[in-house]
């Protein structure tokens, strides 16, 4: 290789392996969202726990809405597409659907009264969305969060009012707070790694 | 001794060849997602771009978002054969110790 020196070539293979890497990333920058939500989550408990007001979870939930629309497009730094992007998008779109419908209907019709089957819905649905994800990018600290998910589910069922919101406001510290917090400290990492490019 | 493969000019530069991997793993990738992910300038990302579409390895759509340009960047199937080629290139002039490669 006259005209190249052996560290030059292979520095060039490692930076076609890294940027491959780049693109095919799915995970990144989405770490605050799921904090986002948790804080959310125990603002909307607070406010309808302090206040008794029925525009508690409705108002934090849009609110938290109009929230990640509009950090999202600010920190979007451009789009591009791919399949597994796609299906992962897909997943979180149909539970904000599906958490608005479900929680807005039973709320809206005066049926949102017993918290054991509001905690063990929400648990369940989030150990679903979780798992599906983690399933498909293969994050095993994904799947571990949708264990916990579900593993709350099952407790919210049983023993008094209190536990199963305690067992929730757990689950929540756990899947949301920690597992955000988890997931930024990881995209930081990745940014870090990431092989400076001289033209 | 076989002979050693040349390398392709056009993929070689480093930037150039960021830009290719990047396209090989994503459908289409907006001009904003590229510079992010290179930090490159908007004028030597644009000349890079530019080179890779004269060379048929990129194409590029350009239209209008809510009134903002938007440059949306596909791979082609020759980009695509280029890198493999380039890769494949690489391999066999590094030979034995890509194994050592860290």
Known sequence: ?199 | MPDLPELNPVVHGRLRLALLSLLSAVEVAEFTWLRAKTDATDGNLGAQLLKLEEAGYVTVEKKFVRRKPQSLYRITEAGRRALTEYVQALRQLLGPSIGAQS
Request: charged share 15%; glycine share 10%.
């Open chain 1, 1 to 199: 290789m006259p005209d190249h020196t052996e560290q030059e070539l292979k520095e060039r293979l490692s930076l076609i392996e890294s940027m491959i890497a780049e693109g095919r990333r799915n995970t990144e920058s989405w770490g605050w969202t799921f904090v986002l939500w948790g804080v959310a989550l125990y603002a909307a408990f607070a406010w309808s726990a302090l206040k008794q007001s029925p525009w508690a979870w409705p108002v934090t939930a849009l609110l938290a809405l109009a929230a990640t629309i509009l950090i999202a497009s600010a920190k979007r730094g451009g789009y591009r597409a791919t399949t597994l992007g796609r299906a992962i998008g897909s997943i979180w779109i149909a539970l904000a659907i599906t958490m608005f419908a479900l929680f807005g209907g039973l709320g809206v019709s005066g049926r949102f009264n017993d918290p054991h089957v509001f905690a063990a819905a929400l648990c369940a649905i989030l150990g679903l969305a979780n798992g599906a994800s983690g399933l498909i990018l293969r994050w095993k600290a994904q799947v571990a969060c949708a264990a916990m998910w579900w593993l709350a589910a099952v407790a919210a069922c049983f023993g008094t009012d209190d536990q199963s919101m305690i067992a929730l406001l757990a689950a929540i510290f756990l899947g949301q707070i920690v597992f955000g917090i988890y997931g930024m400290i990881a995209e930081a990492r990745a940014r870090k790694r990431r092989i400076p490019i001289h033209a």
